[in-house]
């Protein structure tokens, strides 16, 4: 059936209609006040520059996709919020029921203070420079493409972080359970602690010299175009290592469950063997893997012998001898003895010999 304009498609719903989508292609919506029990409103991917009065029972908002340049009063007892790819350039004051924020691709400088029920925000691609504290049930955050050049203190529930291409020179501690870092694209020069549940980080295009620690958990690593001159241990579950353009001399061990390596543009010596287009990806990384198994032994030889008289200095001098000295110092003997008032040559040997 079709409607000739946006009222009679809106007639044909009843009062007591709990969701509404509308796909009409339309420049406004007609009157929402007859429905009383709505709690559904989708007008996705039309033409709306602007939204009527909400009804007070909407719980899930979703007006994506349109020509929108602000949103009506949200009623308190909203829960979920759509409204990107818009050209809003500020937002009404957010409920207090508010779990799920989607604002990205408008215009927005700045967000509302941010209720605490909230768990999925994403305000990417918008001009944002500022953000106040984040609430303490945040999920996932997805806050790349904007002007940040600091962020808060991240919740603990936190399992998603994207905030790549933005101004940012450090991050703060990492929560525990984070599964998932973008922070590519930005200025920093370090990474804080990863935390051990971490699967993907993606620290690309940025200052960094080195690399903290890398999580058991980890399965990609794309750390391309950094100053790079050394990798960590790899952990034993990548699968997925991107390392080019960077000043590493050499590489770790490549651990079995390796699937996609890409390493050029580096200053390795001539004795990595190259990609040929014509080699597997799985061919090229075992053949890599055993040069590098003997190459680092060789290394490893190589310091020892060089360094031999300063590792015997080291462990004798600096570590074993002082805690021979302290431990056969005769001020112990003599603490042995005390309270003896006769001891033979026999209980005297055994003594010496239990000490």
């Given at each position: 059936?079709?409607?000739?304009?946006?009222?009679?498609?809106?007639?044909?719903?009843?009062?007591?209609?709990?969701?509404?989508?509308?796909?009409?292609?339309?420049?406004?919506?007609?009157?929402?006040?007859?429905?009383?029990?709505?709690?559904?409103?989708?007008?996705?991917?039309?033409?709306?520059?602007?939204?009527?009065?909400?009804?007070?029972?909407?719980?899930?908002?979703?007006?994506?996709?349109?020509?929108?340049?602000?949103?009506?009063?949200?009623?308190?007892?909203?829960?979920?919020?759509?409204?990107?790819?818009?050209?809003?350039?500020?937002?009404?004051?957010?409920?207090?029921?508010?779990?799920?924020?989607?604002?990205?691709?408008?215009?927005?400088?700045?967000?509302?203070?941010?209720?605490?029920?909230?768990k999925n925000l994403n305000y990417s691609n918008n001009q944002i420079t500022y953000l106040h504290s984040l609430p303490p049930t945040l999920k996932s955050l997805y806050c790349y493409?904007?002007?940040?050049?600091?962020?808060?203190?991240?919740?603990?529930?936190?399992?998603?972080?994207?905030?790549?291409?933005?101004?940012?020179?450090?991050?703060?501690?990492?929560?525990?359970?984070?599964?998932?870092?973008?922070?590519?694209?930005?200025?920093?020069?370090?990474?804080?602690?990863?935390?051990?549940?971490?699967?993907?980080?993606?620290?690309?295009?940025?200052?960094?010299?080195?690399?903290?620690?890398?999580?058991?958990?980890?399965?990609?690593?794309?750390?391309?175009?950094?100053?790079?001159?050394?990798?960590?241990?790899?952990?034993?579950?990548?699968?997925?290592?991107?390392?080019?353009?960077?000043?590493?001399?050499?590489?770790?061990?490549?651990?079995?469950?390796?699937?996609?390596?890409?390493?050029?543009?580096?200053?390795?010596?001539?004795?990595?063997?190259?990609?040929?287009?014509?080699?597997?990806?799985?061919?090229?990384?075992?053949?890599?893997?055993?040069?590098?198994?003997?190459?680092?032994?060789?290394?490893?030889?190589?310091?020892?012998?060089?360094?031999?008289?300063?590792?015997?200095?080291?462990?004798?001098?600096?570590?074993?001898?002082?805690?021979?000295?302290?431990?056969?110092?005769?001020?112990?003997?003599?603490?042995?003895?005390?309270?003896?008032?006769?001891?033979?040559?026999?209980?005297?040997?055994?003594?010496?010999?239990?000490?």
């Amino acid at each position: 059936m079709s409607y000739q304009s946006i009222e009679e498609y809106f007639a044909k719903f009843p009062d007591d209609i709990e969701i509404i989508n509308v796909y009409f292609d339309s420049y406004y919506l007609p009157d929402l006040s007859r429905f009383y029990k709505l709690k559904s409103l989708i007008c996705n991917h039309n033409k709306l520059t602007y939204l009527p009065p909400l009804p007070s029972t909407l719980e899930s908002l979703n007006c994506n996709h349109n020509k929108l340049t602000c949103l009506p009063l949200l009623p308190s007892t909203l829960k979920k919020l759509g409204c990107h790819n818009n050209e809003i350039t500020s937002l009404p004051d957010l409920p207090s029921t508010l779990e799920l924020l989607e604002c990205h691709v408008n215009q927005l400088t700045y967000l509302p203070p941010l209720p605490s029920t909230l768990k999925n925000l994403n305000y990417s691609n918008n001009q944002i420079t500022y953000l106040h504290s984040l609430p303490p049930t945040l999920k996932s955050l997805y806050c790349y493409k904007n002007n940040l050049t600091y962020l808060h203190v991240l919740p603990p529930t936190l399992k998603i972080l994207w905030c790549f291409e933005n101004q940012l020179t450090y991050l703060s501690e990492l929560p525990f359970n984070l599964k998932e870092l973008k922070c590519y694209n930005n200025q920093f020069t370090y990474l804080p602690l990863l935390p051990p549940a971490l699967k993907l980080l993606e620290c690309y295009n940025n200052q960094l010299t080195c690399l903290p620690e890398l999580p058991s958990a980890l399965e990609t690593l794309n750390c391309h175009d950094n100053q790079l001159t050394y990798l960590p241990l790899l952990p034993p579950s990548l699968e997925t290592l991107m390392c080019y353009n960077n000043r590493l001399t050499h590489l770790p061990l490549l651990p079995s469950t390796l699937e996609y390596l890409y390493c050029i543009n580096n200053q390795f010596l001539e004795y990595y063997i190259k990609y040929d287009d014509n080699m597997s990806m799985t061919d090229y990384i075992a053949e890599l893997r055993k040069q590098i198994k003997i190459i680092n032994q060789l290394r490893e030889l190589f310091y020892t012998l060089k360094y031999k008289k300063q590792f015997q200095y080291l462990l004798w001098e600096r570590i074993r001898e002082p805690k021979i000295k302290n431990k056969y110092h005769p001020n112990n003997l003599m603490t042995m003895l005390e309270g003896r008032e006769e001891i033979t040559l026999d209980e005297l040997d055994n003594l010496i010999d239990n000490w």
